[in-house]
């Protein structure tokens, strides 16, 4: 297949040094907000970087659930294939694409595990059923030998959790947050003359602005 032909004029939007917010965290709630009233589907959901000691990149989608004074925080499977490669290097990236408003988001920061508490608390917040889907998904991203062993071990816990009530959060289960050091907002512009304005900061609080070259 040869896409060389196919091409979009982006002119939806710009973005301007000048008028950017003093925080990052403002223009990411700001663009968070818009991309919802413009019904993007899905628009938390974030392509996650990882790079383990093999120095081989691993990314995947996961679930953005809450933008914090410091950083962005989602759940997953502290085992997981990303689990390890986080234990090995405590850096990470994640990204935005929204096609309806022409716009990428990339934040890049350290990455450690929230409060076990906290990770409680949303974990029993969850639909009954995809909590048992975390027990069932241990180790997640380790071999399954078919899908019916998959099916029998939810139905199998499924009925356990039904008779005791609440499903206990796995200590395997909880989330990540990464703490900002830079985010770049990236708006669409014909041409290919992109605005792109990156944000970094040293100690979190005060925060210098750049424009990139598209
Ligand atoms: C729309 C979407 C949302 C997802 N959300 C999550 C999530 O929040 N947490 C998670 O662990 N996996 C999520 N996944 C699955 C991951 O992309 C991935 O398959 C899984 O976490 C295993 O990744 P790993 O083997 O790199 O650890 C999501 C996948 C999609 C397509």
New binding site residues.
């Given amino acids: 297949m040869d896409f060389t032909d196919q091409r979009l004029s982006y002119e939806k939007g710009v973005l301007d040094q000048q008028s950017v917010p003093e925080s990052p965290f403002d223009l990411l709630k700001a663009w968070m907000d818009e991309a919802i009233a413009q019904k993007v589907q899905?628009p938390y959901?974030m392509s996650?970087a990882?790079c383990g000691i093999d120095n081989k990149p691993?990314v995947?989608?996961?679930?953005m659930?809450e933008i914090t004074e410091t950083g962005v925080v989602?759940?997953?499977?502290y085992e997981?294939?990303?689990?390890?490669?986080i234990a090995e290097n405590p850096n990470a990236e994640v990204l935005f694409f929204w096609h309806e408003l022409e716009r990428q988001i990339r934040i890049s920061g350290s990455i450690a595990k929230i409060d076990a508490q906290k990770s409680a608390a949303y974990f029993q917040k969850r639909p009954h059923d995809s909590q048992v889907g975390a027990w069932v998904s241990q180790p997640?991203?380790g071999e399954v030998t078919n899908r019916e062993v998959m099916d029998q071990t939810f139905e199998q816990l499924q009925s356990d959790y039904s008779n005791s009530g609440e499903v206990p959060t796995p200590e395997f289960w909880g989330g990540y947050e990464i703490t900002v050091e830079q985010i770049e907002f990236w708006q669409g512009r014909a041409n290919r003359m992109h605005d792109r304005i990156v944000y970094t900061s040293e100690n979190g609080d005060s925060w210098n602005t750049k424009r990139l070259l598209p």
């Fill in positions: 899905e959901a996650l990882t691993s995947r989608i996961v679930l659930r989602f759940y997953t499977n997981s294939a990303k689990g390890q490669d997640q991203s």
